[in-house]
Structure formats: C-alpha cells, structure tokens
C-alpha cells in the first residue's frame, strides 16, 4: 500500500487548508486512517482518524473543533480540513492506515504511512 498525502504549504494564523491522502496498491476500504504530525523538535502526534465506515472520527484535543477528517472510500482517499490554523499547528503531516477498522490514537496501531506534507503557519 503506498500513500500520497498532499495539500500542504503556507497559511496564515487563523487560516484554512485541506490536506488529502490517497492511498494505491492492495488498499482496503475496510480499515480505520488516521492523520499524525511531527512539529520540528517534537515527537509524532496523533491529530485525528477516521473508521472504515466513515461514521465515526476521533479527534486530538488541540485540533477539535477545528480540524475534520472525512473520507471517501470510492477514491480511496481521507481529507483534513483545518480551520483556525495556529502557528502550533506547523509541522510535517502524515496520513497513515491502521491495522484495524477502529479508529485508534495509538501510531503502533497503524501499519502503512505516507511521507508527510509540510504545513508552516505564520502569524
């Protein structure tokens, strides 16, 4: 399964921007994803995941209300749209599958990722 997160670049504090991720290969509709990211000199944190129906998310406490993560099982892709963007919020995104249909917060959880898509916010 290979993953393709885009959508990342430069907003501004109080800002909007979506990510997507599609994911290739033997995927599976079947399986809970999720967003993690990695701000400089900090360890990867979960921001948000999505069952495999799409019914269900889970959010971190510092994005919710603001981020949402929705999916699209026909494209085979998730989405984060991210609203009331603050400069904590920088870092480098990854999207990522997990090994089962729930959503978990736990990245041990989760078997394939991306490559991440950088987003910078400025104020």
């Known amino acids: 399964v290979q993953l393709q997160a885009s959508g990342g670049g430069l907003a501004q504090a109080g800002g909007s921007l979506g990510l997507s991720c599609a994911a290739s290969g033997r995927t599976s509709s079947n399986n809970a994803m999720g967003w993690f990211r990695q701000a400089p000199g900090k360890e990867r944190e979960f921001v948000a995941a999505?069952?495999?129906?799409?019914?269900?998310?889970s959010y971190a406490d510092s994005v919710k209300g603001r981020f949402t993560i929705s999916r699209d099982n026909a494209k085979g892709t998730i989405y984060l749209q991210m609203s009331s963007l603050k400069d904590e919020d920088t870092a480098v995104y990854y999207c990522?599958?997990?090994?089962?249909?729930?959503?978990?917060?736990?990245?041990?959880?989760?078997?394939?990722w991306g490559k991440g898509t950088l987003v910078t916010v400025s104020s």
């Open positions: 990522a599958v997990a090994l089962g249909a729930a959503t978990t917060t736990q990245s041990s959880l989760y078997r394939y």
């Open positions: 999505i069952n495999w129906r799409g019914g269900s998310a």
